[in-house]
């Protein structure tokens, strides 16, 4: 519970960022998804695996609120459900619950709903919040213009304010800063190990910078895609997930190195401007055979 606690801390300063500048429909997303996580957790285990009750250990909680992270502020209340019966119902319970699921239960519900819902999930209306007065507006994203014009239709977006506050997209995608303070708080109580995160960092950072040299009007570079799309909430809070991860450190990094390469790919040859959430997916399934291949040492073994 402890450790599920300090991920709802680290998400918080995300969390209140999101909400002061998509305002009310933004809180309504974050209520509806952790209260049908945990109502729906609590069903399962109470009617149909006769458990004793799970929610105490916060897992639902996190779950909802990275699920709430991962839609459009626009997303109407009963998409939402849809979206919480997938990662509760689907992705988590179906295994058994926490600790025995392979996917990583918000990314497949964000990626069912893509798939279900494409006009949805891709609107990106900017709706009234508390304290930014802008009248709602829609289009693309700066990924989406980038993979639709090239990277000079983006060549003038100033990094700075995209790292503090990037408004467009996903709540998750509002500000790398309160992400990665969100970060460092995880790695200061000692619940994550920077590996996997830095590995996913350092890989689409290099693949960026070699595309970006051999063409500069065509593919963005390492800074533009590592502040755009879900990459650092992917990489801080969903990459990092204790159960569908590697258990050993140098597993943590061929993991991560994974997802560099699938998510540059998607992004820069695929049909979605955004990869993140397909390529943890990939490497969820990677994940048994990285732990049979590489072992954590143990304590009085060599």
Known sequence: MSLMRDVVIALMPAVIVSVLFYGWSE?????????????LEWAITKWLLKKPCTVGDLSAVVTGLLLAMNLPSTT?????????????GVAKMTFGGLGQNIFNPAITARVFLLISFPAIMTDWTVPQGFIQNVDAV???TLLGI??????????DVDMLNTFLLNI?????????????????????????????????????????????LCNPEMFTGPVFNLLTGGIILGACFM????????MSNWGGVVYG????????????????PEGMSFAILIMNCVVPLLN???????????
Request: with cysteine; net charge positive; glycine share 10%.
């Open 146 to 155: 980038a993979g639709e014009k090239g990277a000079l239709a983006v060549a």
């Open 27 to 39: 809180l309504l997303i974050l209520a509806v998804s952790v209260a049908s996580c945990v109502l």
């Open 76 to 88: 109407p209340w009963w998409v939402v459900v849809i979206g919480a019966v997938m990662a509760i």
């Open 168 to 212: 467009g997209g996903s709540a998750g995608e509002i500000s790398a800063l309160a992400l990665l303070a969100g970060w460092v708080y995880l790695l200061v109580r000692k619940v994550i190990k920077p590996w996997i995160t830095l590995s996913i960092f350092g890989t689409v950072a290099v693949i960026a910078a070699i595309f970006h």
């Open 292 to 302: 049979r291949w590489f072992h954590q040492r143990k304590y009085g073994r060599a």
């Open 138 to 140: 829609s289009g693309a």
């Open 257 to 272: 190195v994974g997802i560099g390469i699938v998510v540059m790919m998607i992004r820069y040859f695929g049909s979605y």
């Open 239 to 246: 990459a990092t997930d204790y159960v569908t991860s590697p």
